[in-house]
T-cell receptor
Framework: EAQVTQNPRYLITVTGKKLTVTCSQNMNHEYMSWYRQDPGLGLRQIYYSMNVEVTDKGDVPEGYKVSRKEKRNFPLILESPSPNQTSLYFC????????????FGPGTRLTVT | ELKVEQNPLFLSMQEGKNYTIYCNYSTTSDRLYWYRQDPGKSLESLFVLLSNGAVKQEGRLMASLDTKARLSTLHITAAVHDLSATYFCAVDMSGGGADGLTFGKGTHLIIQP
């Protein structure tokens, strides 16, 4: 089954404790992205990747890091989480080209206390 | 900077009524997406609109795109309770998906019996 998976689905952590949210897709997509969703703000893109070892900042990259060492994986790293990073995070992947569709993971709800 | 504005942001309507959600965007794009999100769930793709004048219909939902006016509409016909959800429009500015999507803030739709 074609899918995007994220782990963990729920995470409660404390300020300053490094964490990683994993994202994996099995569709051989070139593009992957991380979004955060906050009430009243919609989804905002954090980082995106066009292929292995190629990443770029989205609209809200501060406080986040990403890496793309394998095509299928695109982890999101919070080196020193802060309470303002409490949010719902979605990973997405897509093939690119003229007719494409983004596929979204199930989401990770992060709470930073 | 690309801006995507939806209105209304909140809509409460009765079953059987018709209504339209509007999505305006600020820069040239011929690619627009509509997604549905149920509470606590991920995003589900509804429509992909790829050219001026594109119209797509699925059940009681119909989406259209006017690239000259930079406007897309999502029309709901004879609403039923099952259509209660949050609806997002998203715009691809890069042409081919390289930069990901820019989302509107979403329209929270409640359909009451």
């Amino acid at each position: 089954e074609a899918q995007v998976t994220q782990n963990p689905r729920y995470l409660i952590t404390v300020t300053g404790k490094k964490l990683t949210v994993t994202c994996s897709q099995n569709m051989n997509h070139e593009y992957m992205s991380w979004y955060r969703q906050d009430p009243g703000l919609g989804l905002r893109q954090i980082y995106y990747s066009m292929n292995v070892e190629v990443t770029d900042k989205g609209d809200v990259p501060e406080g986040y890091k990403v890496s793309r060492k394998e095509k299928r994986n695109f982890p999101l790293i919070l080196e020193s989480p802060s309470p303002n990073q409490t949010s719902l995070y979605f990973c997405a992947s897509w093939r690119g080209g003229y007719h494409y569709e983004q596929y979204f993971g199930p989401g990770t709800r992060l709470t930073v206390t | 900077e690309l801006k995507v504005e939806q209105n209304p942001l909140f809509l409460s309507m009765q079953e059987g009524k018709n209504y339209t959600i509007y999505c305006n965007y600020s820069t040239t794009s011929d690619r627009l997406y509509w997604y549905r999100q149920d509470p606590g769930k991920s995003l589900e793709s509804l429509f992909v609109l790829l050219s001026n004048g594109a119209v797509k219909q699925e059940g009681r939902l119909m989406a259209s795109l006017d690239t000259k006016a930079r406007l897309s509409t999502l029309h709901i016909t004879a609403a039923v309770h099952d259509l209660s959800a949050t609806y997002f429009c998203a715009v691809d500015m890069s042409g081919g998906g390289a930069d990901g999507l820019t989302f509107g803030k979403g329209t929270h739709l409640i359909i009451q019996p």
